[in-house]
């Protein structure tokens, strides 16, 4: 009989891909989600997520899960427009991955990004915040944070 070992979450994804969420955090131990309850994947114990409720304000899941070091995966087509975020970003020294682009419109097609980019992603995992990086289809590159030009 095997023994269930707890699960080291790396990945927190956002509210904006819930329905990517799930499917992820249905197949690896590593990722979760607002609202998650835990589970076991893999023989691994997910805990819950501390980010209970899918409404959380940026300004206080961002601090929440930075503190945890776990990567930051979203979508915004304009994540460079949105000062406020950049900002707590910048000031929490979150590291987030967003998925952009009009290829990122759909369910399917935001699932074909993560999945296109995995080990990429995975790669940024060992980096330093802040950061932002916008993942479409066929690349992975940082935002400046200082300007916020992608």
Known sequence: MSKVKPAQVSYYLDADILGKAKVLA???????????RGDVINKRHRPPCP???????D??????????RWLIITRDRHVKDHRREIGAVVEYGARMVVLSGLEARTTWEQLEIVVGQWRRIERCRGENGPFIYLAT?????QVELGSAEA
């Not at 249905?26 to 998650?36: M, N």
């Not at 300004?59 to 945890?68: A, D, E, G, L």
């Not at 289809?137 to 590159?141: A, V």
């Open 137 to 141: 289809r066929t690349q992975l590159r």
């Open 59 to 68: 300004s206080v899941w961002i601090p929440q899960v930075t503190q945890r």
């Open 51 to 57: 980010i209970i409720d899918v409404a959380t304000k």
């Open 26 to 36: 249905g197949l690896r131990a590593d990722v979760t989600f607002p609202g998650d």
